[in-house]
């Protein structure tokens, strides 16, 4: 958009595509976060039937499938339709799906016809989770191009990782509230409604959604309308995608060892006791640590880059790691729970401020508009897929170094954690560019040329109605570079 045009927009009116682009991902946070607690009421409800059947870790896991398959479905209708109708549709998947998991029901009130259907609702719903990231996240990350230079970053990290943190703080709140009002002796009440606040999020942005306009970038740089040369496009972006995928991966895969020392401290603190109310209390605790790190994060993103910011957060997140698994023993107490907790804490900060803040933001902004949906959602999907790995392989490590109830068993998947972080780190810095405030422009720039120069024909680029007209100077490829190079901007990115 021209400088003259933003001149007559107010802030909010600038701003307002961000937040209703990013902020649906506060519906994903909250129904992946409350799916925990969930769980924890189910088995309180069902006991023995509920525990030894897959329907507990069917409930809880499922959805990892779904969003999978939805990063991949939406990143393709995010380039190939438009980015608002991959963002309209994910939101009606999690309104029905929401609706469809907090009214679960068996067949003549059978417990194992209620857990299938609440496995069914589960993995479809992740289908739309899945598709908030290559729609939501993308069209989020072009809107940020009309904000103010040297705010870009932290717009679109608090309007997209900050609402996915918040949103599992609010889910590990809202059932404790709900509990508060219900009791001990309504438990299937409890779940039903921590499930069903679910669908408050995605219903109040569903007509903002509807009235958005596709981002300009998007119009000009689609090739919605044409054929994709695929074969230049992996040969431009494979290296790339290859390295980010592979840190994504990392980072989900290890997440899973984080876990232990959440279940720890709450073993520790909680003990044996009957009732739900502590144990929900320290889970709000716990996912109120991710806040500071990712709105910290989102300013140092802006100062020193994203690859410079999730280089320095993975690092510092190795050190601890390895401290925390170095002191298990000693810290894993009752005597040093508060120590602990205060390790522990900086622990997912560091998570925050390095890798959850500037991953999606690195996969947003790191390629060409015209294929970036498709390009996010391979490189997210590749993350979600090292989370259900890690799954299966931490047990294996435990049980293999000696078991969990071992201070060496429960020391090993953090030694190799904390080795992955420091792995990572180093990937990011050497392998990735520098992400810059006109990115996006710029790469869409080079990414043309690069095209021209292996003869495609650009002008079949953008959609039908811009084609043949004249667009301004300032929003041409020509015009953006010459423009850049006169403010000392233009830097073609390094593959």
């Known amino acids: ?60 896991s499922i959805a990892f499938a779904g969003t999978i398959i939805g990063m991949l479905a939406f990143g393709w209708i995010s380039d190939n339709c438009s980015r608002k109708v991959g963002m309209v549709a994910s939101t009606v998947i999690l309104i029905v799906f929401a609706s469809l998991c907090a009214g679960a029901y068996g067949a003549g009130g059978s417990v194992g016809g209620l857990l299938a259907a609440l496995t069914a609702y589960r993995f479809l719903l992740g289908i739309g989770i899945g598709g908030e990231y290559p729609a939501g996240s993308v069209a989020c990350s072009e809107a940020t191009g009309d904000l103010k230079s040297g705010h870009r970053n932290r717009w679109f990290i608090i309007f997209t990782n900050v609402m996915i943190d918040f949103g599992f703080v609010i889910a590990a709140f809202a059932p404790l509230c709900v509990l508060w009002i219900f ?55 494979w290296w ?38 502590k144990p929900f209390g320290w889970n709000v605790v716990l996912n ?51 120590a602990f907790v205060v390790v522990y804490g ?16 690195l996969a947003s902004k790191s390629s060409a508009t015209a294929i970036r949906g498709q390009f996010y959602g391979i490189a997210a999907a590749i993350g979600k897929l090292g989370a259900f790995v890690g799954t299966y392989i931490f047990p294996i490590i435990i049980k293999s170094a000696g078991g969990s109830d071992t201070v060496k068993g429960n020391q090993a998947p953090f030694w190799v954690s904390s080795a992955l972080c420091l792995l990572s780190a180093a990937m990011a810095w050497f392998c990735l560019p ?8 710029e790469e869409d720039v080079a990414f043309r040329e690069y095209l021209t120069a292996n003869g495609y024909d650009v002008s079949q680029m953008g959609v039908k109605e811009l084609r043949g007209e004249k667009l301004e100077d300032s929003n041409s490829a020509e015009g953006v570079q010459s423009s850049l190079k006169e403010e000392g901007k233009f830097e073609t990115i390094p593959m």
């Open 1 to 60: 958009m021209s400088e003259a045009a933003l001149a007559t927009r107010s802030k909010w009116e600038v701003l307002m595509p961000v937040i209703v682009c990013g902020s649906g991902l506060f519906s994903d946070g909250y129904l992946n976060g409350v799916i925990g607690t969930v769980n924890t009421l189910l088995g309180r409800l069902y006991g023995e039937e509920y525990k030894n059947s897959p329907a507990q870790s069917n409930v809880s």
């Open 183 to 237: 009791g001990m002796n309504r438990l299937n009440v409890v779940w039903r409604v921590s499930l069903g606040l679910g669908v408050i999020p995605p219903l109040s942005i569903m007509y903002l959604r509807t009235k958005l306009k596709e981002p300009e970038q998007f119009k000009k740089e689609t090739m919605k309308d044409t054929k994709t040369p695929w074969l230049l496009v992996f040969k431009y972006y």
């Open 240 to 277: 790339r995608l290859t390295i980010l995928s592979l840190i994504w991966f990392i980072y989900d895969f290890s997440a899973y060892s984080f876990g232990i020392y959440g279940s720890s401290i709450l073993s520790i603190v909680i003990g044996e006791q009957e009732a739900l109310y």
């Open 288 to 338: 109120l640590f991710y806040i500071p790190g990712a709105v910290a994060g989102s300013f140092i993103s802006d100062w020193l880059g994203a690859r410079e910011t999730l280089t320095l957060g993975l690092t510092l997140q190795g050190f601890v790691g390895l401290i925390m698994a170095g002191c298990y023993g000693k810290l894993a107490t009752p005597d040093h729970v508060a």
């Open 346 to 361: 900086v622990f997912l900060t560091l998570g925050e401020m390095g890798a959850g803040d500037n991953i999606g933001l």
């Open 434 to 441: 520098h992400i810059g405030q006109d990115t996006i422009t």
